[in-house]
T-cell receptor, first 115, second 117 residues
Framework: DAGVIQSPRHEVTEMGQEVTLRCKPISGHDYLFWYRQTMMRGLELLIYFNNNVPIDDSGMPEDRFSAKMPNASFSTLKIQPSEPRDSAVYFC?????????????FGAGTRLSVL | GENVEQHPSTLSVQEGDSAVIKCTYSDSASNYFPWYKQELGKRPQLIIDIRSNVGEKKDQRIAVTLNKTAKHFSLHITETQPEDSAVYFCAASPTLHPSGGYQKVTFGTGTKLQVIP
């Protein structure tokens, strides 16, 4: 398996623009997580899905952020409108929730810069 | 919810010395404690984990200990090497809820380890 695949790897945009980050989880995994990583706040869980259904979005910072998972192999995180403080590395991770352990496999991340 | 605290935030050691990173957690229901390593510019990757029914686990140069009574757990790296330089994250999680629901993993704030050659 190729692992969790994220795109794009780098995104530079201007304040006010819409940004869409994409994630393909590991085939067969039934949990998908979106994280944001910054120097100040570390690794923050934004939202997670189980079987394509959002379970906990309490970490989504505000209404400008939205996430979808239309099918088991694809998820998006959208920021509209983007702001400079959204600049961070965004990670997607997936796991197989039926295991006794909650091992999460991370994608390579998307480095977002909002100018 | 769960709160995980991690110390120190930065740690510098000479090559060959040992490094210890400590974490505490708040939720007594947590029973799974993974450690992730993130090299510069890379993704976090699991390096070792421990369940609450085990007090210590070793894998070559790394070991984790767990004190469930005190709600703290530690990562020990012996004979450190330059390639151990990275940010290390501890985490805590209850495993699958009895009702079938998933309990999320809560990460610590990370420790930047620098091994000086």
């Amino acid at each position: 398996d190729a692992g969790v695949i994220q795109s794009p790897r780098h995104e530079v945009t201007e304040m006010g623009q819409e940004v869409t980050l994409r994630c393909k989880p590991i085939s067969g995994h039934d949990y998908l997580f979106w994280y944001r990583q910054t120097m100040m706040r570390g690794l923050e869980l934004l939202i997670y899905f189980n079987n394509n259904v959002p379970i906990d979005d309490s970490g989504m910072p505000e209404d400008r952020f939205s996430a979808k998972m239309p099918n088991a192999s694809f998820s998006t995180l959208k920021i509209q409108p983007s702001e400079p403080r959204d600049s961070a590395v965004y990670f997607c991770a997936s796991s197989l929730g039926t295991l006794a352990k909650n091992i999460q496999y991370f994608g390579a991340g998307t480095r977002l810069s909002v100018l | 919810g769960e709160n995980v605290e991690q110390h120190p935030s930065t740690l510098s050691v000479q090559e060959g010395d040992s490094a210890v990173i400590k974490c505490t957690y708040s939720d007594s229901a947590s029973n799974y404690f993974p450690w992730y390593k993130q090299e510069l510019g890379k993704r976090p990757q699991l390096i070792i984990d421990i369940r609450s029914n085990v007090g210590e686990k070793k894998d070559q140069r790394i070991a984790v200990t767990l004190n469930k009574t005190a709600k703290h757990f530690s990562l020990h790296i012996t004979e450190t090497q330059p390639e151990d330089s990275a940010v290390y994250f501890c985490a805590a999680s209850p495993t699958l809820h009895p009702s079938g629901g998933y309990q999320k993993v809560t990460f610590g704030t990370g420790t930047k380890l620098q091994v000086i050659p």
